[in-house]
């Protein structure tokens, strides 16, 4: 923990590092991967935490030097606000919210929620009514659009199926973390938190936001 200086601003933000290691499954446990994250937290006196992830400790360092005039850091922390404790990925600001706007631009989806913005870079599966249905299928369309003002109730990773996001109702959308059949984009998707918490999936990368969290601790 500890307090640094943005830019020219007279007021410090109060500052956490925080390291995660998770473990990510299969739908059918037979093949596992753990990764590890890199996480800054920052706060305004007063105000909620922002979370940003790194994926090595390097780059969180050069983040820190790069865009604070100073700071200062004290040892690791035994008992730390409890929102600190629990598991964090902004992809979890999807639960509880609804999806405001559905657009299929080109090649991509986007859906803007009460809380943030996920662009998926290829067509996901969608599921509703019990039917699932992939792109060029009859109703396709019409399915993803009629996710629009439903209100999200679950999100999940796994390393075969990807990312899940569940809707009332029983709808669904099933990301492939490989970017789909030919896809060659450095990026499967994107989601942007309004409050500025931002992650982003590459293919053939392990998820990282699936509550198995091994291991959490505050480095400073």
């Not at 109703?139 to 996710?147: A, D, K």
């Not at 996001?165 to 994107?190: E, M, T, W, Y």
């Not at 053939?204 to 969290?213: D, H, I, K, T």
Request: proline share 6%; hydrophobic share 35%.
């Amino acid at each position: 923990m500890g307090k640094g200086y943005w830019g020219d601003r007279e007021e410090p933000s109060i500052l956490a590092l925080i390291s995660e290691k998770r473990t990510y499954r299969d739908r059918a446990g037979l093949r596992e991967e753990t990764v590890a994250k890199f996480i800054l937290a920052y706060r305004d006196e007063g105000l909620e935490w922002n979370f940003r992830p790194f994926d090595s400790l390097r780059e969180r360092q050069g983040y820190l030097d790069s865009r604070m005039d100073a700071y200062s850091l004290y040892g690791p922390v035994k008992n730390p606000d409890p929102v600190l404790a629990r598991a964090y990925h902004p992809a979890q600001d999807l639960v509880e919210s609804n999806a405001r706007v559905v657009s299929l631009l080109g090649g991509r989806l986007v859906l803007e929620f009460d809380l943030g913005r996920l662009e998926v870079y290829h067509w996901p599966r969608c599921v509703d009514g019990g039917v699932v249905r992939d792109a060029g299928h009859p109703g396709y369309r019409e399915s993803v659009c009629r996710l629009l003002n439903r209100c999200v109730t679950d999100v999940d990773e796994c390393l075969d199926t990807g990312l899940e996001i569940r809707f009332l109702g029983g709808a669904a959308l099933h990301i492939g973390l490989d970017g789909g059949p030919g896809s060659q984009r450095p990026v499967v998707a994107r989601f942007q938190a309004w409050h500025g918490g931002t992650y982003t999936w590459k293919p053939g990368e392990a998820p990282f936001g699936a509550p198995r969290l091994l291991e959490m601790q505050t480095d400073h």
